[in-house]
């Protein structure tokens, strides 16, 4: 019976066995595991574009190489991910036709522009350090090819960090049109990165399923506020401050206390009335009608390869 299949699922769960692809599983965790790893995948392709504005601008051949080899970084975890999702059931067409119909979300956190090159340095201290913390946990996930994914995902996510933690050095350590540089970018992609958490665990529809089935170790308020104690500490060493008055260290809870997310501001973007929302969507769209030829080739060439060999 299916209450027999499902206990025997869990038991595997809760000792650590590895879910495979070809294992029985709820249909519902089949559906979470499919929501959350394409949403991850569009989130590492959508995050191409905020990065891939600054590649033509770099201010050096060496920052436009690093540059270009974290883009492409992404793609390949983008890539990655989306072979995870195929392992479920779901067809990659299927899979991007919902993130350019709207129906799949993709990070909040790409949502917001580049304005400077201090961007590319906030990002990647921000938003890859943000990352981090949520891929390292995921490295140990219920199912088999999300976390073998992850762990590869890792090795190349803390070079990106520590990248965008050197170009802030740097830039804290100039003159002081880049030290204000520096700052500003700080101040916009701060109260974002935090966002990228998810919202409270009392609001999180997910959690405690994904809890129960292994996907989420930590709660959505648990990494974040792991992050803010990493961050606050390596914001010393920039000499910058971060836009948050209520931060602070609280010595009774060992973890520094910070202000109230603004989360008006977090739904606004998930549903789409961010500041980049509608381009971000656009760009992919074009990219995807304007690479159709390419597929068609891979695919022509594929077709004839595999005649060739069945001569
Ligand atoms: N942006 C957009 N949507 C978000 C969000 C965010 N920052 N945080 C939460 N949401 C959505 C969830 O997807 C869910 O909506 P859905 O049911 O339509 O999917 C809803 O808000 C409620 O949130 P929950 O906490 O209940 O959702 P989850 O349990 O899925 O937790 C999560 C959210 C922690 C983001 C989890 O989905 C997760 O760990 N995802 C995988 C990691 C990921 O996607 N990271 C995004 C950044 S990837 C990245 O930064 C690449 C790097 O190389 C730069």
Redesign the pocket.
């Given at each position: 019976s299916v209450q027999e299949l499902e206990k025997i699922f869990q038991d595997k769960v809760d000792q650590e066995i590895k879910i495979e692809p070809k294992d029985w599983m709820p249909d519902a965790y089949r559906k979470t595991l499919v929501?959350?790893i394409s949403?991850?995948a569009h989130?590492?392709i959508v995050?191409m574009l905020p990065e891939g504005n600054w590649i033509s601008r770099a201010p050096s051949l060496k920052r436009k190489a690093i540059l270009l080899a974290k883009v492409q970084d992404?793609a390949g975890?983008g890539l990655y991910l989306y072979s995870a999702v195929e392992t479920l059931g779901t067809t990659r067409n299927q899979t991007i036709e919902d993130l350019h119909s709207g129906k799949a979300?993709?990070?909040?956190?790409f949502n917001y522009p580049t304005l400077t090159w201090a961007d590319i340095g906030a990002i990647g201290w921000l938003?890859?350090g943000a990352?981090i913390l949520?891929?390292v946990m995921?490295c140990r996930a219920s199912y088999g090819p999300y976390a073998r994914a992850m762990v590869r995902i890792c090795k190349e996510?803390s070079f990106?960090q520590r990248q965008g933690f050197e170009i802030l050095l740097v830039l804290s350590k100039g003159t002081p049109e880049q030290q204000a540089m520096c700052q500003d970018a700080i101040n916009r992609w701060w109260w974002p990165s935090l966002?990228?958490?998810?919202?409270k665990d009392s609001e999180?529809?997910?959690?405690d399923q994904?809890m129960t089935w292994k996907i989420?170790r930590k709660s959505?308020d648990e990494l974040r506020q792991q992050f803010v104690d990493m961050i606050v500490e390596q914001a010393k060493i920039l000499n910058v401050t971060l836009p948050d008055p209520a931060l602070q260290w609280n010595a009774e809870r060992g973890h520094y206390d910070f202000g109230e997310i603004d989360w008006v501001e977090f739904w606004n973007v998930?549903k789409g009335n961010g500041p980049c929302n509608k381009q971000r969507l656009e760009a992919r769209r074009k990219a995807w009608d304007e690479g159709a030829w390419v597929r068609d080739a891979a695919a022509a060439h594929a077709e004839k390869r595999k005649a060739r060999q069945e001569v």
């Open positions: 929501r959350q949403q991850h989130s590492e995050g992404e975890h979300k993709y990070s909040s956190i938003v890859d990352a949520n891929q995921l996510e990106h966002m990228m958490f998810g919202p999180s529809t997910h959690s994904s989420k959505n998930v």
